[in-house]
């Protein structure tokens, strides 16, 4: 049975070898870098359109807007200065009345993929919009400022949590929850899962459901393989247990560098943004030190951070 894997999206996380890519399928999709480095080698310029030279305000400013609009955007202006941004985050445009229909990304396919239903694989959402999305891995660090920060921001993004690192803490999660943020499977003990077999893999799988709808009340359908790899069994497993969708990313960012799936090096409208719950002890930074990073770029390049979960 042929694995789909990813490069080691984790690294210097408890010293996990890097994978390479393991299916010739893959082999024209860049998988992502791995190696150091600063942003100012890897961050590609503005990309050019009209959307790249809109206004960075969040919304329009006292003099267009005023009553609470005017309030919200010194609010978010007083925000952004507080958390060291260079510019007010751009603001999200409305759901999309009719949500994208959402298939494997090329490459990314297992046998079938489609007569069996198995949740899709893919790495960005198809959209016209210049927007992205964040998704955070694991939940070993749990960061109060993080919470601070993106409650203030109002910055939408999806957590995908494994049992042995939130279990210390589920109430960390809950106040999440509580924010708006969605919180979804990233599996019990975060293995390499086509190096399990099936039972062992839909163990994994089904029993993280378990303990999220104990823990926050809610089966999610949405789940993450582990370091981005998967078989069929992962997927038929995945199904088996209430999963529809498997998405994974495609740019990384860090707390002093990006990295890009595609040889190009530049986001994409709709790509998915993956980073992780770390902090000093794994980083140079912390998890605010990070997102001021992720925000910065996406800010400059045109792109507002929309809600995953609007989309699929």
Not at 115 to 142: A, M, N
Not at 219 to 228: C, E, H, I, K, N
Not at 267 to 294: E, K, P, Q
Request: proline residues 8%.
């Amino acid at each position: 049975m042929r694995a789909v894997v990813q490069n080691d999206k984790n690294r210097a996380w408890g010293g996990r070898l890097v994978l390479g890519c393991g299916a010739a399928a893959l082999a024209c999709s860049a998988v992502l870098s791995g190696c150091a480095g600063t942003e100012t080698t890897r961050t590609p310029s503005s990309q050019a359109g009209p959307d790249a030279t809109r206004s960075p305000s969040r919304h329009p400013g006292p003099a267009q807007a005023p009553g609470p609009q005017a309030a919200e955007h010194a609010r978010l202006a007083a925000a952004a200065r507080r958390w060291g941004l260079a510019q007010v985050p751009l603001a999200p445009p409305p759901p999309p009345e009719r949500k994208p229909e959402i298939t494997a990304r090329a490459g990314f396919e297992v046998s079938h993929q489609r007569d069996w239903d198995l949740p899709p694989v893919f790495t960005t959402i198809p959209t016209r919009q210049k927007i992205v999305f964040l998704t955070i891995d694991d939940g070993s660090e749990k960061d109060p400022g993080f919470l601070r920060m993106m409650e203030d921001l109002k910055i939408p993004y999806t957590a995908f949590l494994s049992n042995y690192l939130v279990k210390d803490d589920y109430g960390y999660f809950r106040t999440m929850q509580s924010y708006g943020h969605t919180l979804d499977n990233h599996t019990l003990h975060h293995p390499s899962l086509p190096g399990l077999s099936y039972e062992e893999q839909k163990t994994e799988i089904c029993a993280m459901q378990d303990i999220m709808e104990k823990q926050f009340g809610k089966r999610p359908t949405v789940f993450r393989p582990p370091y981005g790899n998967y078989d069929q069994d992962t997927l038929r497993a995945a199904r088996s247990c209430g999963i529809t969708y498997a998405p994974i990313w495609n740019e990384e960012v860090y707390v002093d560098h990006w990295e890009y799936r595609e040889d190009d090096q530049k986001m994409r409208r709709g790509d998915i943004v993956l980073t992780h719950f770390r902090g000093r002890s794994d980083w140079n930074g912390t998890m605010v030190d990070a997102m001021r990073r992720f925000l910065d770029k996406v800010t400059r390049e045109g792109y507002a951070v929309a809600r995953l979960e609007d989309y699929l």
